[in-house]
């Protein structure tokens, strides 16, 4: 079994390329919702908790490898958790590398919480695949919401996302920007309306697919089939809102502590 964190429906995104990859991989999502949200914590905040949660859960349930599938963990507190865990932990990290590989404008967006767009882990990943780009970068904790309003089975729409978009469009050397790095795991989750939002010209990428590659080829073919199930970390009428969509990701059995 392989244990998937986030401190919402972010991870969801993360879990559909690795069940893809690896169709029928036993999965155990837990999401820290009583902790939610982390993009708006401290540094210490976020990793103190963070390293407490899956310390405990490391030892009660023995998964194989655990995936954090979080922009704002991973960027904190990504090298802590692998400190004091002895077992494999693959981190999502802002996809810098791929959106510089893409862009053509040399302009490109970080959409991430505030948390993650001021982590000196971006300087670097910015400073190391795309030093010739101007990185432009936006913090909103309004997408974390309604990714998780969507997944509750509420309408966003492409004019809900919009002012978030306009948060790097607005910044100089904007106007020029073409491809758009989601790097909060929530976001994806709200793609097709981004997209409408941005209109033609802008490319968006997120971590899912390489965090799918990087799991597959850890694992090898030394993986257990199984179910999937959802942890959250409190119960709450949005637990019950959400149980639609986490059976939609293959989600389900859903147990609240
Ligand atoms: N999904 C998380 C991320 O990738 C953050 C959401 C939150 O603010 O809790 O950064």
Redesign the pocket.
Known sequence: MILIL???V??LSVLAPIRAALPGIAVTYVADNA???????SEMEVATRVCALLGRLAERLRPALIVI??????TIALGHVRAVLDVGVVG?VPAIKPAAERSLSRVIGVL??Q??VRQPYVDRLSAEFASDCLVLRHGS?RL?ELAEARLAGEVVTAGDVAPELAGLRDQPGGERMDTVVL?????PLLGDVLAEAAGEGIGFVDGGAGIARRVAALLGDDWERGPGRAIFTRDDAHVAALRPALAHFGLDEVTAV
């Open positions: 986030d401190s919402g972010g991870g902790g939610f949200p982390y993009g708006t914590k599938a979080c922009n704002t963990a991973s999502t991430g919480t948390a993650t904790a974390v790097a909060c795991t929530h976001f």
